[in-house]
């Protein structure tokens, strides 16, 4: 599988931005699909994810503020991640990340630097 982002960028605090991710190859095998993201000097985690059911779970920090939802085809599956209310501690590279049931497939991440 591969995957590639789009998105991020700079936005002020309070402000929205939005992540795009395409994943194409064997999707049939994509079991679900999350967006990573790593602040700068610290460890990548598990920011949002969404299930092949469509099933969602987020982490607390950004609960409320974010909302992951996804589009498939026969040949590619497609992940949005909404960002709204960006605070500075969002900042960080984000990564997607498809995973199926042998590898984890994972994009080139894409920055998102909230600032005034």
């Known amino acids: 599988v591969q995957v590639v982002e789009s998105g991020g960028g700079l936005a002020q605090p309070g402000g929205s931005l939005n992540l795009s991710c395409t994943a194409s190859?064997?999707?049939?095998?994509?079991?679900?699909m999350g967006w990573y993201r790593q602040p700068p000097g610290k460890q990548r985690w598990l920011a949002a994810v969404?299930?092949?059911?469509?099933?969602?779970?987020?982490v607390d920090a950004v609960k409320g503020r974010f909302t992951i939802s996804k589009d498939s085809s026969q040949d590619t599956m497609t992940v949005l991640l909404q960002m709204k209310n960006l605070k500075p501690e969002d900042t960080a590279v984000y990564y997607c990340?498809?995973?199926?049931?042998?590898?984890?497939?994972w994009g080139q991440g894409t920055q998102v630097t909230v600032s005034s």
């Open positions: 190859g064997t999707v049939f095998s994509i079991r679900a």
């Open positions: 969404i299930h092949s059911d469509g099933y969602t779970d987020y």
């Open positions: 990340m498809a995973d199926s049931p042998h590898t984890q497939d």
